[in-house]
């Protein structure tokens, strides 16, 4: 996992097991890796995992099972509202781009409707 530095580090942790739960990588019910075992794995302090961790527990994303582990939600309305946010976040930040390079509304429109007709760089059409 490669981090960026105008993010902290833990929220970047919990991006990235987000993005694994809404691929389903990691499927509902499903356990995640001990703190231990994620800090080493991607190379960070056990205490930024576990900074991660509580923080999907307090959004409702993960929960404890004392002693057992932490485990991915099993609550199928909390992923679909999980991958919503994802996406809003990722074209608020595609629109703010467009216009910070002068494009208007319809030109941004239009440049999607045609990268969309080309298809996605792995040819897949979604």
Not at 24 to 35: A, Y
Not at 84 to 90: K, L, N, P, Q
Request: some cysteine; proline content about 2%; overall charge negative.
């Amino acid at each position: 996992m490669k981090f960026v530095d105008n993010m902290p580090i833990y929220i970047q942790i919990m991006n990235y097991i987000k993005r694994k739960i809404i691929t389903e990588e990691l499927k509902r019910g499903d356990k995640l890796p001990s703190v231990r075992e994620l800090a080493e794995t991607i190379k960070v302090n056990p205490n930024t995992v576990q900074r991660a961790y509580q923080e999907l527990e307090r959004e409702e994303v993960a929960y404890s099972k004392r002693g057992l582990g932490r485990y991915i939600t099993e609550d199928e309305e909390k992923i679909k509202l999980l991958r919503s946010e994802m996406a809003d976040e990722i074209m608020h930040s595609f629109i703010e781009g467009m216009y910070s390079l002068g494009y208007n509304d319809k030109e941004i429109i239009e440049v999607l409707q045609v990268r969309l007709e080309k298809g996605c760089n792995n040819g897949d059409n979604a």
